[in-house]
């Protein structure tokens, strides 16, 4: 199996992108803290992994041409997206749970037949995320204003909290996953139900009965991954952009296609004496010598000009010409994320879905 490895930075020289509610201890009552990690060391802002996944699915619904996103259902307290991977594209690749509760005994007294009960379905996200933590702890800045637009009474105080800082997030592509529907009697792997089967069956998907499992034609499969790099180069999102307006689009971001889902590239990005973020060139060469054998495909870095000048121009001098392995290929990010993008659609990589 073979996966898309990589990690991104997002810049965030005034932000608030992820909020917790109220500020403890706050004396006035309209407050809004942000969520961050507290440590010995000082405190993390963080951004969840539910949070940028919200980013993503926006991103592609709202960016990506042809994109197509599973409607959502409400019961009572639950809520869950059609489960059809077949049709909707972020089912296929970000997963769902489908566990509707069972009647109660008064419901079924009350009820002239028997009420539906759905067969519960889960399917384990082939796209995998960590949550976006600071690169180092910072002092949470409380801003104080006031709402004096009324034209009478005293002015309505408020305070909530912004950071400056670079946010480091991992992710992962299970691309055997993509296109590949499970029907096996496991929690995440009951990815269809019998209408499920029943209809991959109709529409001729490729059955491999060993895995127990529906897949569908290699083109579609190749085109649903490609969308979702399309809205990764593309990403919006993030709360307070009314007053913390913050690009979330990756400024640095690099990648691989891996024969493993363990992280190659995890420890590459550490701070300086400042604390700005720099590329380990040590631990990424380690990490592509000795990790060789996981490598399937070269090496996409992506870095806005703009941000870390010095640090890009080191990479290139140092480690670009220096370093004689696997071939990397630098650019913008989005430009990355498109050859990323055309190097799936080439018959040679095929076997990267298998």
């Known amino acids: 199996m073979a996966f898309i490895t990589g990690l991104l930075l997002i810049d965030a020289p005034a932000s608030a ?15 809004v803290g942000v969520k961050f990690i507290s440590t010995p060391a000082g405190r993390y802002p963080y951004v969840s992994a539910q949070a940028f996944r919200y980013w993503l699915r926006t991103t592609a619904q709202a960016r990506v041409a042809g994109w ?7 019961e009572k307290k639950i809520a869950y997206t059609t489960c059809d991977p077949i049709t909707w594209w972020d089912d296929d690749l970000l997963g769902y749970m489908r566990a509707a509760p069972k009647p109660t005994k008064k419901e079924k007294e009350k009820s002239a037949e028997p009420p539906e009960e759905k067969d519960p379905l889960t399917r384990l996200s082939a796209f995998r995320v960590s949550t976006l933590v ?7 800045v409380e801003d ?23 946010m480091q997030g991992l992710f992962s592509l299970d691309l055997h996953a993509c296109g590949t529907f499970s029907y096996r009697n496991k929690s995440g792997y009951r990815n269809l139900d019998a209408n499920g089967r029943a209809r991959a069956e109709q529409l001729g998907l490729i059955h491999l009965e060993e895995e127990k499992a529906f897949r569908l034609p290699l ?5 649903r991954v490609q969308g979702l790099f399309e809205a990764m180069a593309r990403l919006e999102g993030g709360a307070k952009l009314g007053l913390h307006y913050t690009d979330v689009a990756p400024a640095f971001s690099l990648f691989a296609v891996t024969a493993g889902g363990n992280h190659l590239f995890a420890h590459i990005v550490d701070t300086d004496k400042d604390g700005f973020p720099v590329i ?11 990790q060789q054998d996981e490598m399937l495909s070269d090496v996409y870095v992506g870095w806005v000009r703009g941000y870390r000048d010095a640090e890009r121009t080191h990479f290139e001098e140092t480690f670009l010409e220096e370093f004689s392995g696997r071939a990397v290929h630098l650019d913008h ?10 190097d799936l659609a080439h018959a040679d990589h095929a076997s990267w879905l298998e």
């Open 280 to 290: 380990k060139h040590d631990a990424l060469a380690e990490a592509l010598t000795i």
């Open 333 to 342: 990010p989005r430009r990355i994320y498109q050859k990323l993008i055309a």
């Open 17 to 31: 992108l992820n909020n917790a509610g109220d500020i403890p201890g706050e004396r006035f009552d309209n407050t």
């Open 144 to 166: 104080r204003g006031v709402m004096a637009r009324q034209e009478e009474g005293y002015p309505v105080p408020y305070v909530h909290q912004f950071y400056r800082t670079t």
């Open 134 to 140: 600071s690169l180092l702890p910072v002092s949470l």
């Open 219 to 223: 083109e579609e499969r190749v085109r």
């Open 68 to 74: 197509k996103a599973s409607p959502i259902l409400r």
